[in-house]
């Protein structure tokens, strides 16, 4: 990311995250600064029903070019909060990135790093890539290990982890998939990746090193079954009712070729 011309438009949901959301900010300013980089940085509060926003509007008064914060008025789900972010994105890429800082954004150069020598569409953070450094409570570790096979027994993807809040995309590689996304909620980041391999993009794991702030995970039997439910649901759209097909899928799939054919002859002018 360094000497980047491009623009890097950072996407934050956050949702409940007073007590620490202008030190997540604080560092993805400090870190976009020693990249010197073109940057924006998009916060969407989901409804929170703490002061959030406020603060987060507060911060972002140090860097008007740089700081988008909306709000929903409601908790609407990680997956419509990140959908209603790409209306403001001006950026060439796009990462996705937590707020609670498990994931600190300085690991966002090596995901450009493996992007520049793959060749890929899209990079995601992988807590099981067999270089990441993981900390994080053992019910976590234990509902990962199990969504994993679940979605490598549903689903042919080139990738272990679906789940993990760091990924980089091109940007029109994710303005092309989103239209698509039906999932509002945790199973989103799989309906993305699911239907962006279809499409014929490109993805490719990082390793990452995840540290988690919270002794225990926010993640009860209400998220697990519905994560589920919504995971059977896009399998069965994507297999069953062949449901994606049915929206331009052939158009989109040439536009998905025609993109990658005019990145690599201007990559190779």
Same mark, same amino acid.
């Given at each position: 990311m360094r000497n980047l011309k491009e623009k890097v438009s950072v996407i934050m949901p956050a949702y409940n995250e007073a007590s620490r959301i202008a030190s997540s900010m604080q560092e993805v300013t400090n870190t976009f600064s020693n990249f010197s980089c073109p940057w924006e940085l998009i916060v969407i509060d989901d409804g929170s029903g703490d002061d959030t926003y406020n603060i987060a509007i507060k911060f972002s008064e140090k860097y008007p070019d740089n700081i988008i914060v909306k709000k929903n008025p409601m908790n609407i789900g990680k997956g419509r909060a990140l959908k209603k972010a790409i209306h403001y994105v001006k950026g060439d890429y796009i990462v996705f990135l937590d707020a609670d800082m498990d994931l600190h954004p300085s690991q966002i150069q090596i995901l450009f790093d493996i992007l520049r020598l793959t060749d890929a569409d899209i990079v995601i953070g992988s807590k099981m890539h067999p270089n990441s450094l993981v900390d994080y409570p053992r019910q976590r570790k234990i509902i990962s290990l199990g969504y994993y096979f679940l979605v490598r027994l549903l689903f042919n993807l080139p990738c272990h982890d679906t789940q993990t809040g760091l990924k980089l995309f !091109?940007?029109?590689?994710? =303005? *092309?998939?989103? +239209? !698509?996304?039906?999932? $509002? @909620? &945790?199973? &989103? #980041? /799989?309906?993305?990746?699911? *239907?962006?391999?279809? /499409?014929?993009? $490109?993805?490719?794991?990082?390793?990452?090193?995840? *540290?988690? @702030? =919270? $002794?225990?995970? !926010?993640?009860? &039997? +209400?998220?697990? &079954? !519905?994560?589920?439910? #919504?995971t059977l649901a896009v399998f069965y759209r994507m297999h069953i009712l062949k449901y994606y097909d049915r929206i331009d899928y052939h158009r989109s799939k040439n536009l998905a070729k025609e993109f990658r054919k005019l990145r690599r002859g201007m990559s190779g002018s």
């Open positions: !091109r940007t029109e590689t994710l =303005r *092309n998939v989103f +239209p !698509r996304i039906l999932v $509002k @909620q &945790f199973a &989103f #980041d /799989l309906e993305v990746l699911v *239907n962006a391999h279809h /499409l014929g993009y $490109k993805i490719v794991e990082a390793p990452i090193v995840l *540290n988690s @702030q =919270r $002794k225990w995970s !926010r993640i009860g &039997f +209400p998220a697990i &079954f !519905r994560t589920t439910w #919504d």
